[in-house]
């Protein structure tokens, strides 16, 4: 077999790229990240909101904390329609981040890179441009130029996170299905302190923009990012030549004084490639499917893209599961992508509607919208991100069973010494199975029953019991947490005790009332090979391995 340079190679070092390379990482597996350019390059507020749960996917590489602590934390998004508020809602506050946390994408990158250059497993490469890509059934060979120098790696898989215009598409022929809008819009960051809540503001038809539409957003350190609809004929740069575009701004703010920090323009996409897998070359983030800005779901979604991807690397290089298993990558973040088209889809034919009736209908709407409740819940100003749920994935069969199998697990306070302080921060670093039960007894049952079937790859086990319960008879290997007194979200529970198990991702794969199909689920849902006779996999006894790949709990 040819040598390799590292088992993953990972062109983009953005946030999907870097994501990507640290969750590996806290996975064991090497990789080495390319980037064309030179360094980070400073882009504004571009990607400006980081959803809460995906900030969850960063706590796993210990990158959320800082993210949260300097960005702006917001739960409000008003929307207004010529200049009068119509509506405010007002999104609940979950117990770790969020619900979203404005902060630009640069000072995202810089904690990431930050925290990926401490990775001994990770080698992040700046100024390499990728010029050629082969592969064959073993690997992938990738040719790249650095400073006049033409340098050859070699990987088993190779993930593209390289953007939008992404180079890998290009060399690799991959279908770029979808659109790009014709309309232009304007980001511009600004320095001021306004009298404005630190929320989301959408505005329709405001006196500022008229005819069309205008958003604003918080930034940390006092900036506001504002997005302006164009007008076809619009200049910018002729606007801030002869004195406009300043009267553009103080339209909007009025006579505070402000600093120009950024201003760009962009035309956005509605577009996702035809396969997220090529053989053993995987798309992600923006050069998978890029997406309007409405409801803040490119960088989140790629960075969820990231996160269920690398656990299926994983489980492959451990020699866990063969490479079908990355067919599974496709098939769910190729759905969410849809979804996320269908949703911004919607959203575009509202705010820039395709033809004059369109237009008039939604003319009306929106006048009507001040004074009618109906009209008013008809108006779309972009429904914000989420995670998608993985109702028709391979991995997890007959999710339709119940409402939070394939979803991404709720969270719930924990208390007790030595534990996590969520339930969320018990999950990422393998499978995890949570025995919820009222009492020890009925864990440790859930405990022996699941042991009853050899276990096709390792996984952890959690009894999730009431507060001051005791413990006497559980498991010396099975991880105990007690819940706070909220208890768990409805839906958890059952009225006799219940296993879930949790993907390395986060995401529910399975429940039931039997231990002894345990076993089995977690074989499907980790697309694992056929256990040994003896009960063992290829890293030992999974019993005996588990305990270490649960974060927060000693190994």
């Not at 590292?6 to 590996?24: K, N, S, T, Y």
């Not at 994983?314 to 866990?320: K, N, P, S, T, Y």
Request: aromatic share 6%; glycine share 8%.
């Amino acid at each position: 077999m040819t040598a390799v340079d590292a088992p993953v190679g990972i062109v983009g070092a953005g946030p999907v790229g870097l994501v990507a390379a640290l969750r590996l990482a806290g996975l064991g597996v090497a990789s080495i990240v390319l980037d064309a350019k030179p360094s980070l390059v400073k882009q504004g507020s571009k990607a400006c909101l980081i959803q809460g749960d995906v900030l969850e996917i960063l706590d796993k590489a210990g990158c959320a904390d800082p993210v949260d602590a300097e960005g702006v934390t917001w739960r409000v998004a008003r929307t207004y329609v010529a200049n009068e508020e119509i509506r405010a809602v007002t999104h609940p506050q979950p117990l770790g981040y969020g619900p979203f946390v404005n902060i630009s994408q640069y000072r995202i990158e810089q904690v990431l890179a930050e925290r990926a250059a401490a990775e001994p497993l990770i080698d992040l490469r700046w100024d390499h441009q990728v010029e050629d890509v082969a592969q064959d059934a073993a690997g992938v060979t990738l040719t790249a130029r650095t400073s006049g120098a033409e340098q050859v790696l070699r990987f088993r898989h190779l993930v593209a996170c390289d953007g939008v215009r992404s180079t890998l598409r290009e060399l690799l022929g991959v279908e770029w299905t979808g659109y790009t809008h014709k309309d232009r819009f304007l980001i511009t960051d600004i320095k001021a302190e306004l009298p404005l809540a630190k929320e989301r503001h959408f505005h329709y038809n405001p006196s500022f923009n008229p005819g069309r539409q205008l958003v604003m957003h918080p930034q940390p350190d006092d900036i506001w990012r504002i997005d302006w609809q164009l007008p076809p004929d619009a200049d910018i740069e002729a606007e801030r030549a002869d004195g406009r575009f300043d009267a553009r701004v103080r339209a909007v703010i009025g006579d505070i004084p402000y600093e120009i920090d950024w201003v760009s323009t962009y035309r956005f996409h509605q577009r996702v490639v035809a396969r997220l897998r090529v053989g053993r070359v995987l798309f992600a983030g923006d050069a998978a499917h890029a997406l309007p800005p409405y409801g803040s779901r490119g960088m989140n979604s790629g960075i969820q893209d990231a996160d269920n991807l690398a656990w299926k690397l994983a489980q492959i290089e451990r020699g866990l599961a063969d490479e079908e298993l990355l067919e599974s990558y496709h098939t769910e973040r190729y759905a969410a992508a849809r979804e996320n088209l269908r949703v911004t889809e919607a959203t575009i034919r509202f705010m820039v509607p395709p033809h004059p009736l369109r237009r008039w209908a939604r003319s009306v709407l929106l006048r009507l919208s001040k004074v009618l409740p109906s009209a008013e819940r008809r108006v779309n100003s972009g429904r914000m991100a989420e995670p998608y749920v993985y109702r028709e994935s391979p991995l997890i069969p007959g999710a339709e069973a119940h409402p939070l199998l394939g979803a991404f697990a709720p969270d719930a306070a924990l208390t007790g010494e030595g534990a996590p302080d969520r339930l969320r921060r018990l999950f990422g670093r393998g499978f995890t199975g949570l025995l919820i039960a009222p009492d020890a007894a009925g864990a440790a049952r859930l405990a022996a029953e699941a042991r009853s079937h050899p276990w096709a790859v390792p996984a952890g086990l959690v009894a999730v019991l009431p507060a001051g319960v005791p413990a006497d008879g559980l498991p010396e290997d099975v991880t105990l947490v007690r819940t706070g007194p909220d208890g768990l979200p409805a839906g958890y529970a059952a009225t006799t005790p219940v296993w879930w198990l949790v993907r390395p991702d986060g995401h529910l794969a399975a429940r039931s009332t039997r231990g002894e199909s345990f076993a089995a689920a977690l074989h499907t849902a980790a697309g694992a090979r056929v256990p040994a006779d003896d009960g063992t996999t290829p890293e030992g006894d999974a019993a005996r391995v588990a305990a270490p790949l649960l974060r927060g709990t000693k190994a």
